[in-house]
């Protein structure tokens, strides 16, 4: 159990460091694009602008939750990459920390945008979860899907949507072997 907490750590620290060190390629299509042999090269010169190919992103995670009568303060981020254009996979790491026991999760996903769409770009994605619980409790696993749309204003972006996630081997004991919750979040391009 130590040892797993100790990797979950490391694994978490080493997406941080990868993702924040990374360059990020998000830019708007300039209105003198170079020739189409050129777009090969250049991902932010793509009609896709910041969803192309070859694009990265990296995500920080703040805020508070809930669980088990608790309030948590949440902390965490995360890298994609995009391996075609509008589909992006990546990692994810979050913990549930400042209470007793403290949570981390670590999330691997998928998701595509539709990035022909002009201001509202709507988005559809899946991932797997692992959560490793502190004190008593025993570790879990959880998959699930999210929708949404993300609204484009100049550079910036906002995407409202829902995630629904269904926890694998629950014991009912806790609640619903499943939940779903909004998702909201704010980026922007560069």
Known sequence: MKSNKAMLM???????????????????????APPEEDLRMAPRNSPAGPFAKGSKRVNIVGGMGSTLGQSYLIIGGGFSYFVADGLAVGISGEGWILQDPT????????????????KFKPYVGTFYRRTYMGGNYEDFNSWGGRAGVAYRQGASYVSLGVVHEVFMDW??????????????SFWFSF
């Open 10 to 32: 490391i694994t978490l620290l080493a997406t941080l460091a990868c993702s924040l060190g990374s360059t990020v390629v998000m830019a708007q299509i300039s209105q003198n």
């Open 103 to 118: 949570i981390w999760k670590i999330s691997p996903d998928i998701r595509y945008t539709f990035w022909k769409m002009d």
């Open 171 to 184: 014991d009912d004991r806790f609640g619903d072997s499943y939940t779903t919750y909004p998702e909201i």
